[in-house]
């Protein structure tokens, strides 16, 4: 029976370069000499990431935030693995910080998003729930190919890749 699974994976190498890479810009630009702006990536546990961004106000915050950015798709990483809404944090003084998760792995309500958009769309595909991972299986793999496309088209808020493709 072909299958495939759905999942969020992004490329932790990746990440990690364009960090480093955007802390080599933000330490020689001249508009950051002499503030406390920089990126830290953390590892809270194997399945858990943070962005940390610090400045001294929210402009310089968005200013690093924006640098990072471009940094992450010059290396080809979606920027919709990380999320921005959080709102900054005083530290001290004048000094803030913003955290910001990493998205790795389908939650559950994304899962039952996916899988209710599966069960909708007629096509002669299941989903099944799988931990982090939603697999769909079906019975011609042009059914699975339609089913790739819709969830690509209906889920524009995730950065959904498809691997472990089975015929």
Excluded: C, W, Y
Excluded at 46 to 54: C, D, I
Excluded at 74 to 94: I, Y
Excluded at 98 to 105: E, I, M, S
């Amino acid at each position: 029976m072909p299958s495939f699974d759905t999942v969020l994976e992004p490329d932790l190498v990746e990440i990690r370069n364009a960090v480093e890479q955007a802390s080599k810009e933000i330490g020689t630009r001249f508009d950051f000499k002499g503030s406390s702006a920089k990126v830290e990536l953390t590892e809270k546990s194997a399945k858990e990431r943070e962005l940390t961004l610090f400045g001294d106000s929210d402009f310089q915050i968005q200013q690093v935030r924006d640098v990072l950015v471009a940094r992450m798709t010059k290396r080809n990483v979606d920027a919709r693995f990380f999320d921005f809404s959080g709102k900054p944090q005083k530290m001290g003084g004048d000094k803030m910080k913003l955290l910001v998760p990493v998205k790795t792995g389908i939650d559950s309500e994304s899962g039952k998003k996916i899988q209710t958009l599966v069960k909708g769309s007629k096509l002669k595909v299941q989903a099944a729930i799988q931990g982090d991972a939603v697999r769909v299986t079906g019975a011609k793999r042009d059914d699975l190919q339609a089913a790739m496309a819709l969830m690509r088209k209906d889920l524009a808020d995730l950065p959904l890749t498809f691997n472990n493709f089975r015929d």
